[in-house]
């Protein structure tokens, strides 16, 4: 058995979980709704106020998708509920970002400033002038649009120079040194 798939998801008060023909699986929460269809092999049943996913054989390919299913599952709950956050780190002299309205302005060293627009359910919110923190209910579309805009600018591995994420450590190499 999957070790992650066997767990039930516990869904927490103020949170609904519909669960339509098709595995068209609804949660709502106080933060917000969120609608996706899963796999339709899958077993999916609210049981009072758990959500149980199970799998109809032993296949490799169910195995694999009864993880993933409860696990997706589990990320709409904690959306709704919690909401998903991604911190990004603007490293570089004359680097800097700024927030206008739904519009992320990202000054990155190029002859033009790079002007982003804040996806439908999604905030990006820009603290002092080198960290953008990206919010929403969505972990799939947070993960997304905070690595298009650390694409705009990867970071170097010389000075350490563009957009990073906050926990991401990167490898430094040593420059070349000069002729004696």
């Given at each position: 058995?999957?070790?992650?798939?066997?767990?039930?998801?516990?869904?927490?008060?103020?949170v609904t979980?519909?669960?339509?023909?098709?595995?068209l699986v609804t949660v709502k929460g106080p933060k917000g709704e969120l609608q996706k269809s899963l796999p339709v092999e899958m077993d999916i049943k609210l049981d009072g106020a758990q959500v149980i996913v199970s799998r109809p054989n032993d296949l490799k390919k169910m195995k694999s998708?009864?993880?993933l299913t409860r696990t997706l599952i589990n990320n709409m709950v904690v959306g709704v509920t919690e909401g998903?956050?991604?911190v990004l780190e603007v490293n570089g002299v004359g680097y800097r970002a700024a927030k206008q309205?739904?519009?992320?302005t990202l000054n990155l060293g190029y002859s033009h400033p790079v002007e982003m627009t804040d996806p439908e359910g999604l905030e990006a919110v820009v603290e002092g002038q080198n960290k953008i923190t990206v919010k929403g209910i969505d972990k799939e579309k947070v993960g997304q649009y905070a690595a298009e805009i650390r694409d705009k600018r990867r970071p170097e591995p010389y000075k350490g120079k563009g957009i990073k994420?906050?926990?991401?450590?990167?490898?430094?190499k040593?420059?070349?040194?000069?002729?004696k």
């Open positions: 058995m999957s070790r992650i798939g066997r767990m039930p998801i516990a869904v927490p008060a103020g979980v519909d669960i339509a023909e098709n595995n998708l009864h993880g998903y956050e991604k309205g739904k519009t992320l994420y906050a926990d991401e450590v990167i490898r430094r040593v420059g070349k040194t000069g002729k």
